[in-house]
């Protein structure tokens, strides 16, 4: 079956550590955009950070930037997210999404759809659980 899916997900403390894989399935993961989105009780979802097709160009949003990294393993077909310096508004339900490359624009375009268009990503993860809690 052609999806992707998310793991790597748990509970830590404040301060913590954890890497996120999303995997592809029945497809080749560098030909497509990725992001990774997260949704916490009460808040709006948010387009944490993605990796474009092509040139790997990636973005971030401002509450992540320099405790977070993108990247894509080829052979693996799997893109991560390593967390670091984690904090408790990190906590939520994150999910992956991928995009056909080609369709231009940046990364930071590219997450905008996701959050505005989600219908329009080929592929949706069900999602892996992050708390970061004492």
């Known amino acids: 079956q052609v999806r992707v899916v998310e793991s790597g997900g748990g509970s830590v403390q404040p301060g913590g550590s954890l890497k996120l894989s999303c995997t592809a399935f029945g497809f080749v993961l560098d030909e497509y955009s990725l992001g990774w989105f997260r949704e916490a009780p009460g808040k709006a979802r948010e387009a944490v950070s993605g990796?474009?097709?092509?040139?790997?160009?990636?973005h971030y949003i401002d509450s992540v930037k320099g405790r977070f990294i993108i990247s894509r393993d080829s052979v693996k077909n799997t893109v991560y997210l390593q967390m670091n310096s984690l904090k408790s508004d990190d906590t939520g339900e994150y999910y992956c999404?991928?995009?056909?490359?080609?369709?231009?624009?940046?990364?930071?375009?590219?997450?905008?759809?996701?959050?505005?268009?989600?219908?329009?990503?080929?592929?949706w993860g069900k999602g892996t659980s992050v708390t970061v809690s004492t």
């Open positions: 999404a991928a995009e056909r490359g080609g369709l231009g624009g940046s990364a930071q375009d590219f997450l905008a759809r996701g959050l505005g268009r989600p219908w329009v990503m080929n592929y």
């Open positions: 990796i474009m097709a092509g040139d790997d160009e990636t």
